[in-house]
């Protein structure tokens, strides 16, 4: 993944948590990945998997396609 859509992607991720108020920890349990894996693909610099984005995605409720629209 061209890191500029990663970035894109982890800020979307930021965005959709923060506007439920869950933490990073809340959301890594939830979608079954470590903390520090999440807060790296909030902040771009992991590149993330299809199954990992599968799992935020649900963890947050919203549609896999929701992750790469703003």
Do not use: K, W
């Given at each position: 993944?061209?890191?500029e859509t990663q970035r894109a992607i982890g800020a979307r991720i930021r965005a959709l948590r923060e506007a439920r108020t869950i933490t990073q920890t809340q959301l890594a349990i939830v979608a079954g990945l470590s903390?520090?894996?999440l807060a790296n693909y909030e902040a771009g610099?992991?590149?993330m998997t299809v199954r990992a984005l599968d799992a935020?995605?649900?963890a947050l409720g919203v549609a896999l396609r929701d992750l790469f629209n703003s």
């Amino acid at each position: 993944m061209y890191l500029e859509t990663q970035r894109a992607i982890g800020a979307r991720i930021r965005a959709l948590r923060e506007a439920r108020t869950i933490t990073q920890t809340q959301l890594a349990i939830v979608a079954g990945l470590s903390r520090p894996t999440l807060a790296n693909y909030e902040a771009g610099r992991q590149t993330m998997t299809v199954r990992a984005l599968d799992a935020i995605a649900r963890a947050l409720g919203v549609a896999l396609r929701d992750l790469f629209n703003s």
